[in-house]
């Protein structure tokens, strides 16, 4: 699948590109969330409560 | 006497509307204030790398054409990038001596040290507080990067390469330093107009944001009010989050790790409270003196015959492209989060569209909307969260587009 879209026109990759460039900001995202939750202790102070 | 008359000989229409577009950016910066630490030095820049015979750029050009590199160049498309410092004049190549703007983009930019020094500086200045006090506000810094994507693939359409496209879609990071390590990778030959793009769009926030903002919401929306908890955090919270935002962006995008660990690096110096002379030195002395030959160095990329063709008017309007779906990116978004929240727990969509990097711009700016719907209404360290918050999202939207990009094409 991955040579069919190296072979392909410049859409596909762009939405390729487009796709898992957001998924990609997303997820890096959510990891930064959760290092702030647990540095600042809000993730297992609400798991206290 | 030969030389002052041939100085005047070589000035052609097109320098002529180079120094036009030079004295337009030095005005917008003295009489408007928009980026005037950028604008200027970029707007004399124009002007310097446009005079006759500039030796600022080109110290001194062999006055025989090299006939061997220009057979290569010739019969091998794409082979000028072998050879260093040889300049085309009617098809011939011919060997020249670097000016001083020539060295400063060799060393600064195309090295890509600029950027990642202005990066140092950036962090220096950055307070990460509101976002571990609002740390859900990170999303809307992920989300408002939708316009770089978007953009890319508007640019696509428009018969520009993938990565040529991706470059101008970068200019929606509303991130200079960003749009630059970018350019300077994939798109070295409009290098000129990306910078300018992303530099005076960052400066017109103020004018781009509130028509998109308020076509995007309605009254009842803006003046949804949201509640700010004043919290402290440890030194240890401070001083952990860049080194841990570090080691992860490391890991999940290798590409990313001198814009993310030099901005890092420039906060873990600001929060460590052992460095304050340092910090200093790189929130005012360093970032001052990247800041004014970086903005010399891009004006230098301006060669009349490079920056006036149809591509540039194009560039430039992609940008503005790239900044309306980034507020529209972030505001849908929060939008469409208030689908699942309960009344009264509801976000201000506007937050939305401060998650751009162009900071502390944006969040100033929904504060002035907010405010503006309702004067008691205070949305600015929500607006600042999202802000800081963009920041990191426009480098990890860099970082994954210069890993995604190359793996695609051949």
Redesign the interface.
């Known amino acids: 699948m991955f040579d069919a879209?190296?072979n392909g026109t410049?859409?596909e990759?762009?939405?390729?590109?487009?796709v898992?460039?957001?998924l990609?900001?997303?997820?890096?995202?959510?990891?930064?969330?959760l290092?702030?939750?647990i540095?600042?202790g809000?993730l297992f102070r609400k798991k206290a409560e | 006497m030969d030389g002052l008359l041939a100085g005047i000989a070589s000035i052609n229409l097109k320098m002529v509307i180079m120094y036009v577009i030079g004295l337009v950016l030095i005005i917008l910066a003295i009489k408007k204030n928009y980026e005037p630490m950028l604008l200027l030095p970029i707007g004399f820049g124009a002007i310097l790398v446009n005079l006759p015979q500039s030796v600022v750029k080109y110290a001194s050009i062999a006055s025989e054409p090299d006939m061997f590199v220009t057979s290569i160049i010739r019969n091998n498309p794409g082979a000028e990038e072998l050879f260093k410092h040889y300049i085309e004049i009617d098809g011939l190549y011919y060997k020249y001596e670097p000016g001083i703007l020539q060295i400063l983009l060799e060393s600064g930019i195309l090295t890509e040290l600029f950027p990642v020094l202005i990066f140092i500086g950036i962090g220096a200045m950055i307070d990460f507080s509101p976002l571990f006090k609002n740390p859900v506000m990170i999303f809307f810094g992920a989300a408002a990067q939708f316009g770089i994507f978007a953009t890319m693939l508007v640019a696509i359409a428009l018969n520009f390469d993938l990565k040529t496209a991706s470059a101008i879609g970068i200019i929606g990071a509303a991130d200079g330093p960003t749009a630059i390590y970018v350019a300077s990778k994939f798109a070295k030959e409009y290098f000129g107009p990306i910078s300018v793009a992303a530099y005076s769009y960052m400066s017109l926030v103020p004018i781009i944001q509130p028509p998109v903002i308020r076509l995007l919401t309605t009254k009842k929306e803006r003046l949804i009010r949201m509640e700010y908890r004043e919290e402290k955090f440890s030194k240890f919270v401070l001083i952990a989050f860049p080194i841990a935002v570090t080691i992860i962006a490391g890991i999940v995008a290798p590409i990313s790790v001198p814009l993310v660990g030099s901005l890092m690096f420039g906060n873990l110096i600001r929060e460590c409270g052992v460095l304050e002379r340092l910090s200093q030195a790189a929130q005012n002395e360093l970032s001052n003196l990247v800041t004014l030959l970086l903005g010399i160095t891009i004006g230098s990329t301006m060669e009349a015959d490079k920056f006036l063709r149809p591509e540039t008017l194009l560039i430039l309007a992609m940008g503005l492209v790239a900044f309306v779906f980034d507020t529209a990116g972030g505001v849908l978004f929060a939008k469409f989060l208030n689908l699942f929240r309960k009344e009264g727990n509801k976000f201000n969509p506007m937050i939305g569209a401060a998650g751009i990097s162009a900071f502390p711009m944006s969040a100033r700016v929904i504060q002035k909307i907010a405010q503006k719907e309702d004067p008691t209404n205070f949305v600015l360290m929500q607006a600042v969260s999202a802000n800081v918050s963009g920041q990191l999202g426009s480098i990890v939207a860099g970082g994954l587009i210069l890993a995604l990009v190359p793996m695609l094409v051949h």
């Open positions: 879209l190296i410049d859409l990759k762009g939405i390729f590109v487009t898992f460039g957001m990609g900001v997303f997820a890096v995202l959510i990891l930064f969330y290092i702030i939750r540095f600042s809000s």
